[in-house]
């Protein structure tokens, strides 16, 4: 067991001598409150497994591979000796596995992008056993969420979605999916930190990092406190590490997932200007902190940026009265504004605080979601 837990534990066996002549023991109600949010959370959390064909190039010989070498002798071989002797793609039907989270009565399962991304066929196992095949409703590869649907005769369970902003630094985790197809498996854990970025996951980070245990096949499936509320989805664990999972909150996936329903795609706002960090060398020749706003290294011809007045040089301290940290946080903003409201910003600029007006215009689909923490980033 995790230090973690073994200290929670120590602390409650505590309370459980304390408070013995009332007859309360903590241990017996934080065990039931686990078994609680396990059975009535299993049956909202599903099963995916896709399935991606082989992509033959054009030109290349029809393989022709002899019926006795096929099965168990191709496992033997390798795809190697067929690709060199009977010209056959090595390239073979790919399977996957991940984890979803049924959201609505209807059939939207909540997952990630990179769970169905390049599937072309999706399969979802029910908690009861049950197979369906699911259809994207919609996918957003910048925050690595996506939304899928099965239809079905009756009323599905869904999972209650919480409010990440609430969370706390030490309080536990559960998460609920199909590691390494191992379905229906909780894990138990802590909120290790909040508002994680910079990991190198997705371009708009501000992840949930847990040591419940997540591995490969847990994508997509829910990250839980105590009162079986959905608090974030489950995308990435550290390879190198252990007991470094990251989820994203859950406030940011259901917007995205009611965008996604509603239009089967993200549309976000857009500034139009290169960004970078202040570092201690430009904060110093600023005269301001490295967390005190984010440099303006270019600003984009047309862009609503340019309309409003941001100039190069120019350092964002506050995006429509928030105060503005770092390039992940403007990013973010930026993104889950509405096309076409007006923004304020506070700029400093030669020393002197502007604020200037924008009106947000849409982010162009070409923009590429580059390596997060990149020296300069678009927004």
Known sequence: MRVAILVALAVLTLSVVANAQEGRN???????????????????????ATTQRPKVQEGRRTPQVPPQFRGPFRDFFGDEFFER??????????????????????????????????????EVRLSDKRKFTAKVV?????SDLAVIKIDTPDDLPVATLGDSSRIRIGEWAIAIGNPFGL???????????????????TMYEDF????????????????????????GINTAIVAAGQ????????????????????QGRVVRGWLGVGIQELS??????FGVKPEEGVLVGNVMKGSPAERGGVKPGDIIQEFNSVRITNVH?????????????????????????????????????????????PASSEV
Do not use: Y
């Open 208 to 231: 949930i990092q847990t040591d419940a245990s997540i591995n490969p096949g847990n994508s997509g499936g829910p990250l839980l406190n105590l009162n079986g509320e959905v608090i």
């Open 138 to 142: 919609g996918k957003d590869p910048k």
């Open 183 to 201: 379905n229906q498996t909780v894990t138990v854990g802590v909120i290790s930190a909040v508002g994680r970025s910079d990991v190198g996951i």
């Open 85 to 122: 002797f009977f010209g056959e793609p090595a390239q073979r039907e790919r399977r996957s596995l991940g984890s979803g989270v049924i959201v609505d009565k209807r059939g939207h399962i909540l997952t990630n992008n990179h769970v169905i991304e390049q599937a072309d066929q999706i």
């Open 243 to 262: 007991g470094i999972g990251f989820a994203i909150p859950i406030n940011m996936a259901r917007e995205i997932k009611d965008r996604l329903i509603a």
């Open 280 to 285: 201690e060398e430009l904060a110093a020749q």
């Open 26 to 48: 903590p241990l017996q109600t934080l065990q039931d409150a686990f078994v609680q949010v396990a059975q009535s959370v299993r049956p909202a959390v599903v099963n995916i």
């Open 329 to 373: 946080q403007l990013q973010r903003e930026v993104a889950q504004s509405s096309v076409g409201s007006q923004v304020g910003l506070k700029v400093l600029r030669e020393k002197q605080v502007l604020a200037l007006t924008i009106v947000l215009g849409e982010q162009p689909t070409e923009l590429a979601a580059t390596e997060p923490g």
